[in-house]
């Protein structure tokens, strides 16, 4: 085939400040969709051990952003995924699409996720089996085009060793970026993960 | 639900990244505290990024996509009744079908429905800027809505957007993920914007600004603008010359 019917993406431009509206209309003030809650991403009925995942997204200055948005995409508790290109691909029947939207808190830039543990990923489909991760898509006023990051978990150092992904980032320095700490002292296990845009501890960001 | 003829887990083409801003663009000044200074790690595709959500009817409600009436409480929102539509495409030209597509915007004197919009233009009681829909099989997408007014933002002393429309795509998979916004043929601002200004390619702009559309337009209703979309392509492999869909 020619390249002439090569079309080029449309240019990516920022989600600006009030994507809200748009993406998570009952934090812009909206009365619509009030009753989601989007950053629950499994409900009491899904399999896998529950967990909570929170952080903030952190700018140059090292300050807190307030109005961002963060997207999660996971594996289900087998590492299967809700999705055609799976071919061992997990039923939306078990009630677990494993997509989630949080938006970072006003006042404190926090945002959180309710979910469960992936499993490790296997290999299939021509691609490699992956260690537990949560895949993450970042957008704000001033992010150009959204940024995709993973976060690993610690305590699964072993598989985390032999994770493809990882082992991409040179310097163990930045790997650390992308594996979140484990806390066990609230009501759900708790991993904290927080988003360096730049500066020091900037985050590894993937272009995927 | 799912396109018969996508061919799912072939690898998408790298993103184009002279087509898009610089993650840092000093001409929009939030940029530069927010623009990751270390290279971005390219991966080899794995089934996190060839993979997404999927979204069906069940997600939507029946106004989502008519911003004239989904917000309606005493009335019609103000301002120039207009369509939206388009079509979703990936870079072959093939459709995009049944993917979701959500969309946000000011109402028509500038001011958004939002608890941190301090313009001083007036909230349209009528309007809440929100909307929603899927792509259909042939990739087509359509709303009804009001034209949205410039506003000035904090940048440079004197900065006006022009008129805009942001869009949300999901595409297949988490790979084709893409936020922009649209603009309208003929806005004098549009030279001026320091966000549209971020991109250096002038085919890339132009293809953010979209044309009247008066063949779909509703005589005595609505005009209508036409904005296409195109999102990545998967990578064109020796065993995929053949005829579209087979």
Redesign the interface.
Known sequence: ?SAS???????????????????Y?QA???D?RTQERPNIVAGPGVTGERIRIEGQVL???GSP?K?ALV?L?Q?NADGR???????D?AS?SENF???GRAVTD?ATGLWWFETIKPGV?PA?????A?AP?L?F?I??????????T?LYFADEAEANAAD??LS??EQEA?RRTLIAERSDEGELPVYRFDIR???EG??????? | M?NPS?D??SP?Q????A?????L?PG?K?????????P???????????????FTSEDLDPLDNDLLAN?AETGDPLGERLIVHGRV?????RPVPHSLV?????NAAGR??????GYRAPIDPNF?????CLTDADGHYRFRTIKPGPYPWRNRANDWRPAHI?F?LFGP???T?????MYFDGDPLIPHCP??G??S?K???E??VAPLDLDASQPFDCLAYRFD?????RR?TWF??RPEGG
């Not at chain 1, 299939?124 to 490699?128: H, L, Q, V």
């Open positions: 085939m019917w090569h079309l080029p993406e449309t240019a990516s431009q920022t989600a600006g400040p009030f994507l809200h509206i748009g993406l209309p812009a003030g909206l619509i700018d140059g200055t952003i109005d997207e995409w594996a995924y809700a999705h055609p290109a799976d071919p691909g939306t699409r494993g997509f006003f990923v299939r489909a021509g691609t490699p992956m991760h895949t898509w957008v704000a006023r001033g992010i150009n085009v959204g940024l995709h993973r493809p992904v991409l980032v930045r845009l730049q500066g900037e985050t590894v960001f993937f272009d995927i | 799912a996508e799912w887990t998408f790298p993103r184009d990244r087509m898009h801003p610089p993650a663009s929009y939030t940029s530069v505290l927010r623009s990751p200074r270390q971005l790690i390219s991966l080899g595709p794995t089934l996190s990024e060839l993979t997404g959500p999927v917000a495409t990936d870079g072959a030209g959500e969309l946000w915007q000011c958004y429905r939002h608890v941190r919009d809440s800027g929100f909307g929603r942001h949300s998979a988490f790979a993920r893409l936020v922009t916004q966000i549209l971020s991109v390619d085919g890339a702009i293809r953010l979309i195109v999102l990545r392509g064109q995929e010359n």
